[in-house]
């Protein structure tokens, strides 16, 4: 950005009083020079939200201007970063999940100093790793995590204390930063009377100020620090470098819940957090993600944000019985066995379900409870293939409807088995499972419409799947009509696939692999555009 006062032009340097009413950051002295400095760049730099306050949200954010789909609204560096409350073994030093040894019955690396383990002498001297390094071994402690041969996954609770720690030593290295970390939300009072805070209390803090000697800080201020990450940090997974950590953002930190979000976000290589519009935001809008799962089911929805996040969310999709008519948390009636049991007031926990039918009533409890015995029935299912899946929404035909949460969850499972799973590879599909792949992914799309529309990652994955079956459906007819049909609607998915990942580094070989056999195939048409 050119260097400038909010008394000169952000172009030319001359006197100026025109505000950039998007930003408010900058000044022009012409509506001229305005348009001329969007154009150069100041576009990328516009901040197009401003930090609003009302009594149900708190404060959030709140677009200043009209923003365009795909539009990157926000991008930040973590302010602190770390595992997460209970990690697999990983390297405090780079944050990757540690490998097995090579040699048998060999162990981690470990810090030549407080012996935590890290990938190995490297990352003994990362920045990220040093302050608290100096302080464990300071105190003689010595931390105990080893390999264990098969439990590589293992989740260790030890690490609960070193992202706690990073935030604590902040005070006296960064207290600018310190203090915009301690501005944040964190219903400490809610949280303190729940069993994880009151072993936090018994065994952390003990940790912490008899162990460590951080005798100064009040019991309180740490539980605070805890509550804090709990109630603003974001999972940062990076799969393919084997990370899976949480990082603080205290700008992203304000933007608000919505079960219908209008935004997505990823993290770049530095992890960076970064924002994008999912759908076209109006002016005056609120910013939102979710924190939550956009398959689950307003009950499931509502009892994860209240136990994670400490709000009863009441949005519009939550206010509505029917869910925005995907009647995902809906249940058939046990009695009429044709209506749907829904709730009358679902944003009453309390409140009875009634069929829209036969009006058959059901108490909450007894919905909550059948509710959660499906999911954990869902979830002890093996999903290396779609052998049990496809059982589970055979066995519930006649309890489940075709769009109820778990049915839903299944079928998003099988579309990504169908294509990948042992014995389910693309080319060994069955007409019959490649019928079946088509089919999830467009009901799918059509649910993912209602609840996570726009360019986001569940549609941009859904139509990628849906890409590949329907070129192989295209592959194997033997009518060359269809045959054409099929690539021209692959293409199409193709084209808009391009848009919904051209923010994501990951997804472009992939789509350009999928683009050369496209091409390849319509060959034999006529040419398209692409
Ligand atoms: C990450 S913070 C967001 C910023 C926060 N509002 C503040 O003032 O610092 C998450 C908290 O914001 C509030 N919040 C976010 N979305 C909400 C929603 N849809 N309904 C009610 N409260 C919400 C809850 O208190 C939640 O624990």
Redesign the pocket.
């Known amino acids: 950005m050119a260097s400038t006062s909010l008394t000169s032009c952000a172009l030319c340097q001359a006197k100026a009083s025109q505000l950039c009413a998007a930003c408010r950051n900058v000044v022009y002295c012409s509506r001229e020079h305005q348009k001329e400095h969007w154009k150069k760049g100041h576009r990328s730099e516009c901040q197009c939200f401003e930090i609003a306050t009302n009594e149900?949200?708190?404060?959030?954010l709140r677009a200043t201007r009209d923003i365009k789909i795909g539009e990157q609204i926000l991008k930040e560096a973590p302010l602190v970063l770390g595992p997460k409350v209970a990690s697999a073994p990983l390297c405090l030093g780079c944050h990757r999940n540690l490998l097995a040894p090579e040699k048998p019955r060999g162990n981690y690396h470990k810090c030549s100093s407080c012996s935590w383990p890290l990938c190995g002498k490297e990352c003994e001297d990362s920045v990220h790793h040093k302050a608290e390094c100096q302080l464990m071994s300071g105190s003689n402690f010595q931390s105990k995590i080893n390999y264990v041969a098969g439990e590589e996954e293992r989740k260790e609770s030890a690490y609960c204390v070193i992202m706690l720690l990073r935030c604590m030593q902040l005070k006296a290295m960064d207290p600018d930063a310190f203090l915009k970390l301690y501005n944040?939300?964190d219903?400490l009072k809610e949280r303190l009377e729940t069993p994880l805070y009151q072993v936090l209390r018994a065994n952390l803090i003990t940790f912490i100020k008899t162990v460590l000697g951080m005798k100064d800080w009040p019991e309180m201020d740490i539980l605070r620090i805890a509550a804090i990450l709990d109630?603003?940090t974001f999972e940062v997974r990076q799969p393919r470098e084997r990370r899976k950590i949480r990082a603080l953002y205290p700008g992203a930190?304000?933007?608000?819940?919505?079960c219908v979000p209008n935004m997505r976000h990823r993290f770049d290589d530095d992890m960076n957090i970064v924002f994008l519009a999912k759908r076209k935001i109006a002016k005056g809008e609120i910013l939102s993600i979710s924190y939550t799962q956009p398959l689950r089911s307003t009950i499931q929805r509502r009892v994860h944000l209240r136990q994670a996040?400490?709000?009863?969310?009441?949005?519009a999709r939550c206010q509505d019985p029917e869910e925005l008519g995907s009647f995902a948390g809906a249940q058939t009636c046990l009695k009429c066995k044709a209506g749907k049991i829904i709730s009358l007031n679902p944003l009453l926990n309390s409140a009875p379900w009634k069929c829209q039918l036969c009006n058959f009533k059901r108490s909450a409890k007894e919905v909550v409870t059948s509710d959660a015995e499906l999911q954990q029935e869902l979830e002890s299912l093996d999903k290396t293939t779609p052998v049990a899946l496809e059982e589970f929404i055979y066995r519930h035909r006649a309890d489940l409807h075709e769009t109820n949460t778990h049915i839903l969850q299944a079928k998003y499972a099988l579309t990504q088995l169908y294509g990948s799973a042992p014995g389910f590879a693309m080319e060994e599909l069955s007409e019959e499972s490649l019928n079946r792949k088509v089919q999830l992914c467009e009901e799918l799309l059509k649910l993912a419409d209602i609840f996570d529309g726009g360019w986001s990652i569940f549609r941009g994955n859904l139509l990628i799947d849906m890409e590949e079956a329907l070129v192989t459906q295209a592959l194997r007819s033997k009518d060359p009509v269809e045959c054409e049909e099929k690539l021209r609607n692959a293409s199409e998915m193709l084209r808009e696939i391009r848009n919904i990942m051209k923010h994501e580094p990951e997804m472009q070989q992939l789509l350009l692999e999928r683009q050369v056999i496209l091409n390849s195939a319509l060959e034999r048409f006529e040419p398209i555009e692409n």
């Open positions: 149900v949200l708190g404060r959030h944040l939300e219903h109630t603003n930190a304000m933007i608000s819940h919505d996040k400490c709000f009863d969310c009441s949005c």
